[in-house]
Each structure stands twice: as structure tokens, then as C-alpha cells.
């Protein structure tokens, strides 16, 4: 029988909870579809930061590096610890040392949810550059506390980054409905952003079947709220596509719903899969936070790992019960009952 090695990393706050009923849930998806999981769950979050002084192990890289995909429920306790902290001593680390450079984020309407907009038939997936760019962690600050303090912060674009970020989207909107929409601010950033689009013209000479458009980030902010059924395929710099992703999460009816994955194209170290939603600390231990988004992120890796059968089935009893209107309203769930349905779904 065919068994997968998959690290989880429940994390703080509510993602302790949504780990475990993805967890649950992907567990029933793989008996009933032939293949096993074999898990190991590590501590490492910011409540381990408090006791250690740093987010993971300084061999936690390596660790991870032998298994098949990591599972990420959520990190971050700001009121402890500095976001800048836990972002830049265990995700970036992550996605950067296993060269996860894709982070791919779609954004529907679910059977039986109601987002903010009146378009309800939009389908959409963002591309976003993930290792390079705004948070690309280059620059320093000088003469900190005086009046003549200094903050420099550099966006690297390097011409292999956004190559390959652009021609992996460029395959997503040829797999799709054939049309790519690349965001820049190339008016503004007459170096970097204007780079980005040159690259784009050089490499759709060689995907003539795909129509591709070029916006400003404040255009396709708009688009994405007035015309989002007209957009398929969206793909931008690690900062702009952050920012996107979460207005995207908005129109699809809140981030109880927004998954993603952290991927390595060429395979040859292990992808990521998390929510967008973050860890909650106001919510956390009140069981009322949804599962749904990190159960997608699980089916997302399901799918990234060859189970397209399972990763169907866990996606058609979200469906499921989002059309019953389970898990479909912020709050008036709890966690257990929305894991329940799934798990009868499923």
C-alpha cells in the first residue's frame, strides 16, 4: 500500500484545532481511496519560541526535508511574539529553503455561500511569487532611536524568480480557461515592475494560446470586486499577490474558506500546504473557528501528491456541506460540527 510521509505543524492558536479535523479528514480520504499517511507532528510555533528563543530547531530544515509534504495549521501570537518573528524564523525559512516559489490561491464561491459581491460565478487562481520580491528580506536599519534614522528595505527580482513564476502561470491558464492576467505597478516602479512586464511580453511569444493582460495592482483591485468572472488566472510579486489574495478571500465569503499551497515545482523537495486565515488568538479555544480552508489546503495536498481521486472527494464533501449551509456563516458553527459533516460527507 502506497504511504506518504507528511509533517504537520499545527502551530498556534486556532491551527491546532483546524490541523486536527483536516487532519481527521484526510486520514478517512486516504483509507477509503487505497494509501496510508505516516505523520509527525513537531511543536514548532511561537509558544515554542517563548520556551526555546527560536521558531524551530537549527536543524528543523533538514528534518523536514525527507518528508513527502508538510501540513501547516497556522502561526503567529503577535501579542507575544513579533509577527517578524515567527514569519521570519519559520514560514519564509520554510518556503525559501525547499524553494516553494509558487504559492497558489484559488478563490470560488463554495456550493451555499454567499459572498459579499453580486457575482456569484467567478472562479479564480492567484499566482504568487514566493520567494523573492518585497519580502525578499534585503535591506537594514541605521541610527535606530535618533532623528536621523535610516530604513531601507529592497525588493530582489531576479530574471530566474520571475521567469519561472510567470511560465508556471502561464501553464496554470493553459490547463485552465486560457487566460492570464499579470499585475504590476510599472507606472510607479519603473525598474522592477517594468522588468516584470518585459518579461511577460518575452514569454507569451511561446504561450500564443493564452491570452495574457497586463494591470496595475489598484486595476485589478477593482477588477477583482466589480468583474471577477472575467478574470482566470492571476499572478503577481510576493507582495502584491498577498495583498490580492486576501481581497480574494473576501469576495469567496471570508477566510474561513481561503486555502493555499506552498509549492516546489520541480519536486524536488516537499510543498506546503496552510490556510490563509492565520491563527485567530481572539477566537482560539472557542471551537467556533472553520475548518473548511485548511481542510481545502489538505485536498489541495492530495492533489499535489498524485491522489487526484481523494483530493476530489474531500472537495466534493466540502461542497456538500456548504450547499446543506453548514460551515457557511462565520461563527455559528463549531468546529466539531462542521469536522462532523465533513467527515459524514466524505
Not at 204 to 216: F, G, K, M
Amino acid at each position: 500500500m502506497k504511504s506518504y510521509r507528511i509533517a504537520l505543524i499545527p502551530g498556534d492558536g486556532i491551527g491546532r484545532d483546524m490541523t486536527a479535523a483536516a487532519w481527521s479528514v484526510l486520514q478517512n480520504a486516504a483509507k477509503a481511496h487505497g494509501f496510508v499517511f505516516e505523520a509527525t507532528e513537531f511543536p514548532w510555533s511561537c509558544a515554542f519560541y517563548r520556551e526555546t528563543g527560536t521558531m524551530m530547531p537549527a536543524d528543523g530544515i533538514e528534518t523536514l526535508r525527507s518528508f513527502d509534504a508538510i501540513l501547516l495549521g497556522a502561526v503567529g501570537w503577535p501579542a507575544q511574539v513579533p509577527d517578524a518573528v515567527s514569519l521570519h524564523g519559520l514560514l519564509l525559512p520554510i518556503r525559501k529553503s525547499f524553494v516553494q516559489y509558487a504559492n497558489i490561491r484559488p478563490h470560488r464561491l463554495l456550493a451555499g455561500v454567499e459572498g459579499p459581491l453580486k457575482a456569484t460565478a467567478f472562479d479564480i487562481l492567484c499566482i504568487r511569487e514566493n520567494t523573492e520580491g518585497e519580502y525578499s528580506g534585503a535591506g537594514g536599519r541605521i541610527h535606530q532611536g535618533t532623528a536621523d534614522e535610516v530604513a531601507v528595505e529592497t525588493s530582489i527580482f531576479t530574471r530566474k524568480g520571475v521567469e519561472r513564476i510567470l511560465r508556471f502561470a502561464f501553464e496554470q491558464a493553459r490547463s485552465r480557461r486560457g487566460k492570464l492576467a499579470s499585475v504590476t505597478k510599472s507606472n510607479a516602479q519603473k525598474y522592477s515592475m517594468v522588468f516584470w512586464d518585459d518579461v511577460t511580453r518575452q514569454l507569451s511569444a511561446e504561450y500564443p494560446d493564452v491570452e495574457v493582460t497586463s494591470y496595475h495592482i489598484d486595476a485589478m483591485a477593482a477588477r477583482m470586486v466589480m468583474a471577477p468572472e472575467t478574470l482566470d488566472v492571476v499572478v503577481a510579486s510576493n507582495l502584491f499577490g498577498d495583498i490580492l489574495t486576501d481581497l480574494g478571500a473576501a469576495i469567496q465569503g471570508g477566510l474561513g474558506f481561503a486555502a493555499s499551497a506552498n509549492i516546489n515545482p520541480e519536486r524536488n523537495a516537499p510543498s506546503m500546504f496552510e490556510p490563509v486565515h492565520g491563527s485567530a488568538p481572539d477566537i482560539a479555544h472557542l471551537g467556533i473557528a472553520n475548518p473548511i480552508a485548511t481542510v481545502w489546503s489538505g485536498a489541495m495536498m492530495l492533489d499535489h501528491l498524485g491522489e487526484k481521486d481523494a483530493a476530489n472527494a474531500v472537495m466534493t464533501a466540502i461542497e456538500a456541506v456548504t450547499k446543506s449551509g453548514i460551515g457557511t456563516v462565520p461563527g455559528r458553527d463549531r468546529t466539531d460540527t462542521i469536522t462532523a459533516a465533513l467527515l459524514a460527507a466524505l
